[in-house]
Nanobody, 120 residues
């Protein structure tokens, strides 16, 4: 069984920063693409940023230049550094990973989500 656990969310004022972490654990052989998604109340879940196992990144236009995604493959951990936060960044942020398990089965996993609230 594989688990993804996010941390680092919270309440921050506009213009502030937060750093999210996502740690993968369990019977993992390798992790392919990883990504951060978010879902605001009444809206669909959207891709915020993604990163390949080789380090290639993608950012949604709304966060480009403010957010930075990174990963530490040895620690099976992904990060999202969020700077210059805006009220519209308020959402539950979810970690996603394309995992090849020790059994060589490939599955898409999700974390439980962490709340980010940007408000004065």
């Amino acid at each position: 069984q594989v688990q993804l656990v996010e941390s680092g969310g919270g309440l921050v004022q506009p213009g502030g920063s937060l750093r999210l972490s996502c740690v993968a654990s369990g019977s993992i052989f390798s992790i392919n693409d990883m990504g951060w998604y978010r879902q605001a109340p009444g809206k669909e879940r959207e891709l915020v940023a993604s990163i390949t196992s080789g380090g290639s990144t993608y950012y949604a236009g709304s966060v480009k230049g403010r957010f930075t995604i990174s990963r530490d493959n040895a620690k099976k951990t992904m990060y999202l550094q969020m700077n210059s936060l805006k009220p519209e960044d308020t959402a539950v942020y979810y970690c996603n990973a394309d995992v090849l398990a020790s059994t060589r089965s490939r599955t898409d996993y999700w974390g439980q989500g962490t709340q980010v609230t940007v408000s004065s």
